[in-house]
């Protein structure tokens, strides 16, 4: 059976329950599972024939074994995936001989964070079910992760969500995606501030120990190991359909909290045949840096087309760090506490080799993103979001010739960010049919100021109405 571990060493075993249900270990790290299922070859070969739901429950089965039963997740990863708008739920769309795009973006929110928390609100509410349980979700979002969060929960039960993002910094279809859910469990609060002020509230409600007793606070932040399991499985689907075991692909990963990409890594540990992963960013290009140099040290972030991606401190990268210490979870506390106090911290060349020897990084600009999202236009009648364009620009530009198939992840659909790709093409990207009347549809958000008494009190109120 599969526990899980604190990537700092000082937290754990747990099982998968209380790592669904917590987030973040108690010593500051991530969990990761002490060790991975071994398939070989023949066990992804047997994937070929299977629907994108019964993959997901073939895949995620040994990671959650001791919480749901076969069935109980088959079934959960079949009302999961019963929601997208598309039958293939993650189709794979052929842009040039060798090159291919996976569609992400099918689900309710039209970005590929449904994948993860589709799954994850149902896994919620199961457990809360056992064990007569409550949950208030708590987080801050520049986008699209609070879109998929409120998606996920609305509706369910034993659960609340309170989102906060910043008030006129997100874009509005992300804003109405949010704030146009009717559902009663739902609170959007609009903070005056930056998504910065946002964070810094959220981290300040979870540390009030007396408050995450009372409402039962759980995250829904990318370090939560269920999202990471939930996305190691369109790779493999992706795979598979082109010919692996046989034929390895390259994936050209967008990047911004190193979880996606970190969960192609983790198939490929689980012995999915990958050819390399491509970690693609914008500007902000601390993974770049990284790998180029063994030096970490986050700048600070700056505005681009791709703003899911203006990261600066890739969480997940924790996870990668543990594994390249060996699990010497002191050696990473140490990396960690460098980077608190000093602002940076710098790995031995060894280490440095390992981690380059996974994967590829490069950085994709502003004009290379339009240029790109142009291209692909021309070349293919294709529209792709800004976030996609960066993945295929950096994916083709470090795939050598005849190395195998490129399959560039597609995380969002191109009318969720149409300024950035009307500059591209002078031509705005058209909502699929389910969102064309989101303009029309009424709002409900609180405005308030970044002061922690009026943000804990909404929560409060909130939480408890709901929670009678
Ligand atoms: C969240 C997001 C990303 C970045 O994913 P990470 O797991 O944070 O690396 C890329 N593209 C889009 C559209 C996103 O919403």
Known sequence: M????????????????????????????????????????????????????????????????????????????????????????????????????????????????????????????????????????????SGDTGAAAIHALAGRRRITVAILHPHGRVSPVQRRQMTTVEAPNVLNIAVRGSFDDCQRLVKALFADRALADELHLAAVNSINWARIVAQTVYYAWAAVRLGAPARPPLFAVPTGNFGDVYAGHVARRMGLPVRTLVIATNENDILARFLATGHYRPRRPVA??????????????????????????????????????????????????????????????????????????????????????????????????????????????????????????????????????LERREERFLVLDPDLEAVRAAVRRHAREQQR
């Not at 571990?5 to 973040?24: A, C, I, K, N, Y």
């Not at 710098?346 to 790109?372: I, K, S, Y």
């Not at 399959?407 to 699929?432: I, M, Q, S």
Request: hydrophobic share 50%; glycine share 8%.
């Open 2 to 141: 599969i526990r899980y571990v604190s990537t700092r060493g000082g937290d754990g075993p747990h099982g998968f329950e209380t790592v669904l249900l917590t987030g973040t270990a108690r010593d500051g790290g991530l969990f990761v599972p002490d060790r991975l299922p071994a398939w070989a070859p023949a066990d992804f070969a047997a994937l070929a024939g299977l629907d994108y739901a019964e993959t997901a429950a073939r895949m995620i089965a040994p990671f959650v074994a001791d919480t749901f039963d076969a069935e109980e997740l088959r079934a959960l990863c079949r009302e999961a995936y019963a929601g997208f708008d598309h039958a293939a739920v993650a189709p794979l769309v052929q842009l040039d001989a060798d090159t291919f795009l996976l569609e992400l973006f099918h689900g309710p929110t039209l970005a590929f964070k449904d994948f993860a928390l589709q799954l994850l609100g149902r896994m919620f509410e199961r457990v809360l079910e056992r064990r007569e349980g409550r949950l208030a979700v708590v987080g801050a979002t």
């Open 304 to 437: 681009t087309d791709s703003p899911a991606m203006d990261i600066q401190v890739a969480s997940n990268f924790e996870r990668l760090l543990f594994e390249l210490a060996d699990g010497d979870g002191t050696r990473v506390a140490g990396w960690m506490a460098e980077l608190a106090e000093r602002g940076a911290f710098r790995v031995p060349p060894a280490v440095l080799a390992r981690a380059r020897a996974l994967f590829r990084a490069d950085r994709a600009d502003r004009e290379e993103t339009r240029t790109t999202i142009a291209h692909i236009f021309r070349e293919s009648g294709v529209m792709v979001d800004p976030h996609t364009a960066v993945g295929i620009a950096v994916g083709r530009r470090l795939r050598a010739a005849g190395e195998g198939p490129l399959v560039c992840l597609a995380t969002a659909h191109p009318a969720k960010f149409p300024d950035a790709v009307a500059a591209a093409l002078g031509e705005r990207p058209v909502l699929p049919p389910a969102w064309r009347d």
